[in-house]
């Protein structure tokens, strides 16, 4: 599979996961919705910025736009040390947890 149909499934899934039309997207984008339906269906390939404001919109990274990768990004930094802090201490609890009930983490 080549990244360039990966990359088109990607956008129609975390669209659809989304629920936003090809029109909001292409809104949020500053494009128009044919664009939007042109790199769904493989015929355009998005620019560069493009891809990385749509990991933004989508929750994503820029790498798991193009492999499917389910890892989530949330933006902390305007966060307080403090907060921050609480956060990353709150994930390995979580993820300690996980280990001790042996749960596998979901996929």
């Known amino acids: ?29 500053g494009v128009t919705r044919s664009a939007v339906n042109s790199w769904e ?4 390939i998005p620019q560069l910025k493009h891809v990385i404001e749509m990991a933004k919109i ?3 990274t820029v790498d798991g736009m193009i492999n499917g990768s389910d890892q989530v990004v949330v933006n ?14 709150l994930v390995d609890c979580l993820k300690a947890r ?10």
Do not use: H, V
């Not at 990607?10 to 292409?26: D, F, V």
């Not at 902390?76 to 201490?89: A, D, G, P, V, Y």
């Not at 996980?98 to 749960?103: S, T």
């Open 41 to 44: 269906l493989g015929l355009s």
């Open 58 to 60: 989508f929750n994503t």
């Open 1 to 29: 599979m080549t990244i360039l149909y990966e990359l088109c499934e990607r956008i129609a899934e975390l669209r659809w996961q989304s629920r936003i039309t090809q029109a909001e997207l292409a809104k949020k984008l």
């Open 76 to 89: 902390i930094t305007e966060l307080s040390k403090k907060e921050q802090e609480i956060i990353f201490n």
């Open 98 to 107: 996980r280990d001790e009930e042996e749960i596998p983490p979901e996929k």
